[in-house]
């Protein structure tokens, strides 16, 4: 910088020893852009702050902002250099400096019933669980917060075309006919039961969810022309469904 003599102050970089200098390849700026370069980096000569190296061991490219004015900030990419800089340490001064330097300072307690949310936040950090974010204020239930009690409610009852497979895979029922005992056997093995809910088997596939006849015309009328409708076509929309995960 002009007016402080070198030989009475000079900050050099601090770099690892390990790291290898890097020569950026010349980026190609054309024109208002160059014109700004050529401007600012001759303002820049004129003042002193910068002066030409013709044998650089270090070259990097200037990037050209656009101000709100309309003019253009020229800047340096710095980004190979950080990497092989060291990160300075800026610890944070003692408490007793830190007091020395306050004209005036009071300590004020805060009673624990004034304090409930505070001292929850302070030990988040030790109570969080895994997969928990620190912010989250959790809370650990003794007993039950309802006194309602739960009813599982199984709507295999109505099971549509999935009735006899379902009969087959739970309990073993099959029909009289041999032939069509036969064909159900055949039919049952390429689907399976996984906690109460049909799946249909896939060599290359996936499980794919069966559903029942109002449940396939929920999904249709929803791929169709619902929250993702695109007025598809019927083989466009049967092809969307398995790759949903449906059958």
Known sequence: MPGIDADFICHRLAIHKEARSVAQRKRKVGGKRREAIVTETQNLLNAGFIREVRYTTWLTNVVLVKKSSGKWRMCVDYTDLNKACPKDLYPLLSIDR???SFDEFTIQHV????????D???KLAS?????QH???IQETLHSPSLDDKIVNVS????LGWMTGIWGYLKEGILPEDKDESRKMRMRSAKFVIVGDELFKRGVSTPLLKCLTAPQAVYVIEEYHRGICGMH???????TRVLRAGYY
């Open 98 to 100: 830190l007091i020395s």
């Open 111 to 118: 009673l624990r019933e004034q304090n409930t949310r505070a």
């Open 120 to 122: 929850l936040l302070s």
């Open 127 to 131: 109570t969080k669980r895994p997969g």
């Open 232 to 238: 598809s076509g019927a083989r466009s929309i049967a």
């Open 155 to 158: 709507e295999n009852d109505d």
């Open 134 to 136: 620190r912010t989250i």
